[in-house]
């Protein structure tokens, strides 16, 4: 029943055993089957991480121009290596990039699932105001480090030689502390990205300014 209907709900999973079968189960035990469900359809977390250095191995194969990289760390216990990050661009979207405008929104969110983590986005945008995806990476968590290799990996891989790129982000640590470092190397070795520049996204500056002052008006000055 639940390989047909994995759209239920646990509390849904409930009503249906009810009205099927006259008998109650709790939530965790319905939680449970729908969990045991999506593993027999999708796999397991385990197999997905696992399988993902391989599908992005073949997509790059398959699609010219397309790039990817993952990062492993050892496992303490001896076991497989543990997959830590992974970054892709397909390459029909990094040759479009190159007639769109010098501006890259770059944002990260939470990932949700038995494994937790960020993932981190590259959207160009073209001159009609359409959106482009442009490169994606799945990090342990938003820091100056998993920036950094996010960052200096699109512009080995998507920016490449193309000057003046502008970088529009919120003002998260990490991202401002990794641009600064992409832009000086600090005399030790020669930049990664000098050109590169970098300005503050007015949609996260307008949530900012009313999580802080609460008042709509003033908020409304941002859009």
């Not at 960052?151 to 998507?158: A, D, E, F, G, I």
Request: some cysteine; overall charge positive; aromatic content about 12%.
């Amino acid at each position: 029943m639940l390989l047909e209907m994995l759209h239920l709900e646990p509390k849904m999973i409930i009503r249906h055993v009810e009205l099927k079968y006259h008998f109650t189960i709790s939530y965790k035990k319905a939680w449970r089957a729908k969990q045991r469900a999506l593993e027999i359809r999708f796999g397991t977390y385990e197999d997905s991480y696992d399988n993902l250095p391989k599908m992005l191995q073949t997509i790059v194969q398959r699609n010219h121009g397309s790039a990817y990289c993952v990062k492993e760390i050892p496992n303490s216990t001896g076991g497989p290596r543990i997959l830590q990050r992974a970054f892709f661009c397909l390459g029909a979207c990094v040759k479009v990039f190159q007639y769109c405008l010098p501006i890259l929104c770059i944002d990260g969110t939470f990932l949700t699932g038995k494994y937790r983590g960020t993932i981190l986005t590259a959207i160009g945008a073209d001159g009609n105001k359409q959106l482009l995806p442009v490169a994606f990476a799945f990090v342990e968590s938003e820091n100056t480090e998993s920036w950094f290799w996010f960052l200096q990996l699109v512009k080995q891989h998507v920016v490449v030689n193309r000057p003046d790129v502008c970088l529009i982000s919120d003002r998260h640590a990490g991202i401002l502390l990794a641009i600064s470092q992409l832009q000086d190397a600090g005399g030790t070795s020669t930049p990664i990205w000098p050109d590169v520049h970098n300005r503050w996204c007015m949609r996260h500056m307008g949530a900012n300014f009313h999580d802080h002052f609460k008042n709509n008006d003033l908020t409304e000055l941002f859009n």
